[in-house]
């Protein structure tokens, strides 16, 4: 059983940044990667997301520019820098990891398996 937990979340300013963490344990593999939001009253959606190397990366459109995916195979953890936060930015994240090898990348919240408990952004205006 793989576990993934998130961390780094908090509240910023608009315009601020934040980086988020997320680490995984469990049995060895490769894993793809994902960070997801939910924001109160809407649908979980993709932000990003990084294959198990992380040669291979995707952003919504929402968040490219701004938002970066990168990951350290060693310690087994991935990050989301979030930079020029929006109060729109506002949400639940939450980190998901996946059973995948090679360069795909996936992006819908059905095609992960693992997931972590989330933590709240805050971006006020």
């Known amino acids: 059983q793989v576990q993934v937990v998130e961390s780094g979340g908090g509240l910023v300013q608009t315009g601020g940044s934040l980086r988020l963490s997320c680490a995984a344990s469990?049995?060895?593999?490769?894993?793809?990667m994902g960070w997801f939001r939910q924001a109160s009253g809407k649908e979980r959606e993709i932000v990003a997301a990084i294959n198990w190397s992380g040669g291979s990366s995707y952003y919504a459109d929402s968040v490219k520019g701004r938002f970066t995916i990168s990951r350290d195979l060693a310690k087994n953890t991935v990050f989301l820098q979030m930079n020029s936060l929006k109060p729109e930015d506002t949400a639940v994240y939450y980190c998901?990891?996946?059973?995948?090898?090679?360069?795909?990348?996936?992006?819908?919240?059905?095609?992960?398996?693992?997931w972590g408990q989330g933590t709240q952004v805050t971006v006020s205006s």
């Open positions: 469990g049995p060895t593999g490769s894993y793809g």
């Open positions: 998901a990891a996946t059973r995948i090898s090679g360069f795909a990348v996936r992006t819908t919240p059905g095609a992960y398996t693992y």
